[in-house]
C-alpha cells in the first residue's frame, strides 16, 4: 500500500509539473492591466500646451493603466482614445466627463463597459480632455 501511495504522489508532482510547463497559467486570458499591447501608432506631438501637460500627468496616473500611455489603448482591456470615433464631433468633451462620473456602456469596442474613475474632478477630466485632444490633432484627428 505505501508502494502504491507514493506511486500516486509521484505521478500527481510529474503531471503537475508537466502541466505547469506546458500550459501556461492564465487567470485572465492575459489581459491584465500590465499589458502593454498597443492598439494604436500615433504621433507624440513635440509640444503640449500648460493645460495638456498638466492633463497628461493626470492621464498617466489615472487612465493609462487601461487605455495606455499616451491613449493608444491596450490589447484586450481597452480602446485607443487617439481614434476617429473619439473626434469631438462624435464624442463631445462632456462624453468623458459623463465617462468619467457614471461609467460608460460598451457600444463601439468589444471591451465591456467602463467604471467610473473615482477621485477625479471635472477640472481633472477637462485637463486629461486637453491632453487627449492635443494629441488626436497631432494624428490629424479633429
Given at each position: 500500500m505505501n508502494r502504491y501511495l507514493i506511486a500516486m504522489v509521484c505521478a500527481v508532482v510529474v503531471s503537475a509539473g508537466l502541466l505547469?510547463?506546458?500550459?501556461?497559467?492564465?487567470?485572465?486570458?492575459?489581459?491584465?492591466?500590465?499589458?502593454?499591447?498597443?492598439?494604436?501608432d500615433i504621433i507624440v506631438p513635440d509640444a503640449l500646451s500648460a493645460r495638456a501637460r498638466v492633463g497628461k500627468g493626470v492621464y498617466q496616473a489615472e487612465c493609462a493603466a487601461c487605455h495606455g500611455t499616451d491613449a493608444v489603448g491596450k490589447d484586450g482591456i481597452a480602446p485607443p482614445l487617439v481614434h476617429v470615433i473619439y473626434e469631438p464631433s462624435h464624442h463631445g468633451d462632456e462624453a468623458f466627463q459623463r465617462a468619467v462620473a457614471v461609467g460608460v456602456r460598451a457600444h463601439h469596442w468589444p471591451f465591456g463597459n467602463m467604471p467610473p474613475v473615482k477621485g477625479l474632478t471635472r477640472a481633472d477630466v477637462a485637463m486629461i480632455v486637453a491632453y487627449v485632444r492635443e494629441l488626436q490633432q497631432a494624428n490629424g484627428i479633429n
Open positions: 505547469a510547463v506546458f500550459y501556461p497559467w492564465q487567470t485572465d486570458n492575459g489581459n491584465s492591466a500590465t499589458d502593454t499591447r498597443a492598439l494604436a
